[in-house]
């Protein structure tokens, strides 16, 4: 089975959070993500992702360099037409200043309430969330 590599970013508003970025697919939310470019690091191909699809910047941002959540899962893979193993890279960020959030690839974006638990999608979204308030707890 073909193995595809993905990265993305959570990124949030607010210290402590009040509230995190998911853009909408047709059918589910999620998160600024896509496949890694060869010989492209999980974290560049997160930033490079972000920019592409919501036009937030490295700049905008501050990383926090201690998180990093990964999951696995197959999927049916429209790009290679195969079922696909995909493993997914996750990195958290905060908005460091206000920004227009251009949509380029999802039908739209909205800010939910941090509010944990989060039941939002079960398969990715809900267990990095989860992550992200552990992390949060152990900080």
């Keep these: 089975m073909r193995h595809i590599h993905a990265a993305g970013i959570l990124v949030t508003r607010g210290n402590p959070i009040e509230s995190f970025l998911l853009l909408r697919h047709h059918n589910r939310w999620d998160l600024p993500k896509g496949h890694c470019d060869e010989g492209e690091t999980e974290l560049q191909c997160a930033l490079r992702e972000l920019r592409e699809e919501t036009g937030i910047a490295q700049a905008d941002i501050e990383l926090d360099r201690d998180f ?43 800010w939910f309430a941090w509010q944990p638990p989060h039941h939002i999608q079960q398969q ?16």
Excluded: M, N, W
């Design 124 to 139: 990715t979204v809900d267990p990095l969330l989860a992550a992200v308030e552990r992390h949060l707890a152990d900080s």
């Design 68 to 110: 990093r959540f990964t999951i696995e899962y197959d999927v049916d893979s429209k790009r290679f037409g195969e079922r696909c193993h995909k493993t997914v890279a996750y990195f958290l960020a905060r908005l460091v200043r206000d920004v227009t959030i251009t949509p380029t690839e999802h039908a739209g974006y909205q």
